[in-house]
């Protein structure tokens, strides 16, 4: 229960709280959750994060609502009876109740709960188990109730299938198990251990002793060899456990005797420490030493996220299509921050999303939202379909840690398409304002927002003229995603800048924009190319060049290429693409193409009964063959932090600083070709293995190689002397012997031809 909250009245946010606390308790590496109350009737989100965690649930029955020390158990009985029916009925079936608490520690101070006889009690449990067998007599859950001390351990009770032990406060653990042996005549389950980390002596937190007591009883029931388990304490602290008078709650569950602060003795006994957000029942949750504690016990991995420093950060949360700040039940949201996962994460499902992404959740005024993506700057969730109107606050949850809240307000419906959103039908080509629709075209509209609206509720509109709604609603493969087919109304004027608009029952969705074309003009081609220039190497390995293809005027289809110009010796050669794509050109130069300085490779688009057109792409062609300029330069550290290679005076490769090509950079260049090949980086200052990768490499290489060798930044300290033997023997190189920590040091030379060039 949050902060301020009794247990009698569940608050409002409570499947906000499940959302939070049931990913965690997984984390942490339980298998089992109890609840002490009453399950509310609407828990949809309880069972769904059961199953998304694989937590199974110990269900309690309190009795504490019959309690009247005047009247007699036995009077109550059928009531009772009935009651458990009513509430065991409502789960029958449900894979994940192991099965039921029926009671807790009703026999302790019996007299104060019941007039007559324990023995009406155990009548009770055998009833109880009674109602369940008939309910479900295939898959009968288990029926237990909880004690606190062992006399009220009393044997085999008929009906009933383990005991449930609570001890909490049992000084001499050890004996006690012992006594239980003896008593018990069923399995046992120890249904609470662990104490509370207040020092009730000073009034203070004692973590420790808190980890020392969970030590003590863990070894003890470990020991014990024949114990079911044992379920901690609590979760998380009971707050509701302040104050002496239950009374002093108000109707909505908020305490009346003063700030949550002033409070007086809670219960400290979770595994995570609880305390205030920014939204009053959204508390943070932080690990105890006790956690840290039993995951060393059992060599548990604690995951990243539990320790991560400072709470996740909320800056806004957007329609997901749009970017405005109105969205709808149902709708596709966007939530932008700081720190609200550790690592990106992803629905492994389209048609259903969790409640949680790992241990990050999402809260949307006081109910979880499906969360489909994240990463730490980002989450995109669904607005839960039951959430009220008007202005929401929203807070993310990252391992239990709140963030600050964001607003968002939500209406009935808030139509927006998604960018590239408008698609002509039966195709995959997008309808935009570059390549626009034309009158009586059939396009497949993807929005979100439209809520759960049919044909008959959706309206459209092009360029202000109506269009026809073929069809309208859910996409039944993607969460929150609608789907609107429509036709183009004949009479809808061109224009450049034309706005489709969908409206839902009167309320008009943001503009998404488009052009109109004339049903008179020509078809279109569009080629873009936004890289830079192409250098190659006569004879050398092929360049790529990635175009942008596109329609014009409503053309969607296939794309052809050629080339109507090009430097002597360059050639390309491309598969057909099809518009609203990219086509990726592979680019090469014969062996004989002489040197171009940024030359024109010009492309041409074309497709039947399409006006084609043009894309031109620079490229420069180096030779390698004949007299060829070629420069190596250095840096070490003490001057630039600088290697770089020129040929024919355009830079092959440059590195500055002390990151990637830190070390020795080699390009080698084949004897017979002239062909120049990739830069090799040997990292000698930081690498290990360096130095013997170098020894191989120059060793490999055909006599007669020619090497362009430079240092960046520095080359020396993992720099072997069999390394430096290395281009001594076969480089000729002289300095290479004396080079130091830090300095720069080139080399131009071929491989066994003597002294370097």
Known sequence: MPIGYAPSKVPSSISCLWARDLPLIAAAGANTIRTLTLLPEESTAFFSLLESNNLYWLADFPLDGYYDPSVSLSSLREKILNDFRAYASRYQGQPRLIGYVFGDEVTRNYSTHFSGSVSDFDDLLTGAAAVLSEIDPDSKPLLTTAVRSTSEIRGAVQGLDFWNWNAADSGTFTASVEDVKLRAGLPVLVSAFGIDALDATDGLEDEDAQATNALYFIAAMENAGDLLGGVYNSFSDEWWRAGE?????????????????????????????????????????????????????????????????????????????TGESTAAPGALVLATGTAMIDTSAASESSTSWPLHLGTTSVCAGSVPAPLGLASPESLTAQVPWDIDLGEQSVVTFRAGRASNPASISLAQYAPGVFPDGVIRAGTTCSASVANGVRPQEILEVYATGLGQSTTEDVTASINGTPAEVLYAGLLPYFVGMNQVNLRVGEATPASSSAGLVLNVDGTAGTPYSLSVASSTVAYGT????????????????????????????????????????????????????????????????????????????????????????????????????????????????????????????????????????????????????????????????????????????????????????????????????????????????????????????????????????
């Open 245 to 321: 008078d239950p009374s002093a709650h108000s109707t909505d569950g908020v305490s009346e005797a003063g700030s949550p602060d002033q409070l007086r003795n809670p219960a400290w006994s979770g595994i995570f420490r609880t305390s205030r957000s920014e939204i009053a029942g959204l508390d943070s949750l932080q690990p105890r030493l006790v956690f840290q504690t039993l995951a060393n016990l059992w060599e548990g991995r604690i995951p990243a996220e539990f320790t991560a420093e400072g709470d996740p950060q909320l800056n806004s949360v957007t329609h997901a299509a």
């Open 526 to 757: 569009s080629l873009a190319y936004g890289g830079g220039e192409i250098v190659l190497q006569a004879g050398a390995a092929s360049e790529s060049a990635t175009l942008g293809v596109e329609g014009v005027n409503g053309y969607c289809g296939p794309v052809l290429f050629s080339s109507p110009s090009a430097p002597e010796g360059v050639s390309f050669q491309a598969s057909t693409a099809y518009t609203g794509e990219s086509a990726v050109l592979t680019v090469s130069a014969k062996a004989t193409a002489p040197s171009v300085e940024s030359g024109s490779l010009v492309i041409s688009g074309r497709a039947s009964g399409v006006s084609s057109s043009r894309v031109t792409i620079p490229v420069t062609v180096l030779p390698s063959q004949g007299e060829i300029p070629v420069r190596v330069i250095s840096g070490g550290y003490k001057s630039v932090s600088l290697a770089r290679v020129d040929w024919n005076g355009r830079t092959l490769y440059s590195t500055i600083g002390g990151g990637p090509g830190r070390g020795i950079n080699i390009i080698s260049v084949n004897p017979s070709t002239g062909v120049f090949s990739s830069v090799q980086n040997f990292d000698t200052w930081e690498d290990e293995t360096a130095s013997t990768n170098i020894i191989r490499y120059l060793a490999g290489l055909p006599d007669g190689t020619l090497i362009l060798a430079a240092i960046a930044d520095e080359g020396t300290y993992l720099l072997s002397q069999d390394a430096r033997n290395a281009f001594a023997i076969l480089f000729g190189s002289t300095a290479i012997e004396s080079l130091g920590y830090q300095e720069s040091w080139a080399l131009i030379s071929r491989k066994n031809a003597g002294k370097p060039i």
